[in-house]
Nanobody
């Protein structure tokens, strides 16, 4: 069993930065981890994912070059560094853990955190 807790969200002006953290308990180190987001009235969408080794990452196009996913397995933590934030990045951000291969698919993920709110103002 894996429990995930996100933190680091908040209110930031457009162009600013935030770093989200996802801290895990339980057997975490061999799981790939993804970040997703969900804006009001919209479906949950994939943002980024990282292999359990940290050696492979994947991003959705709208965040490429602005967001960076990383992990420290010794700290059971996965990060999402978000730079050059835009109002359209406003959403609840979730981390999730998977052994699956299809990272953008929410159904591949076995464990989810409760989410952290990110609000980007103009």
């Amino acid at each position: 069993q894996v429990q995930l807790v996100e933190s680091g969200g908040g209110l930031v002006q457009a162009g600013g930065s935030l770093r989200l953290s996802c801290v895990a308990s339980g057997g975490f180190s061999r799981y790939d981890v993804g970040w997703f987001r969900q804006a009001p009235g919209k479906e949950r969408e994939f943002v980024a994912a990282i292999r359990w080794t940290g050696g492979n990452t994947y991003y959705t196009d709208p965040v490429k070059g602005r967001f960076t996913i990383s992990r420290e397995n010794a700290k059971r933590t996965v990060y999402l560094q978000m730079n050059s934030l835009k109002p359209e990045d406003t959403a609840v951000y979730y981390c999730a853990a998977t052994y699956g291969a299809n990272w953008p698919n929410t159904r591949e993920y076995d464990y989810w955190g409760q989410g952290t709110q990110v609000t980007v103002s103009t």
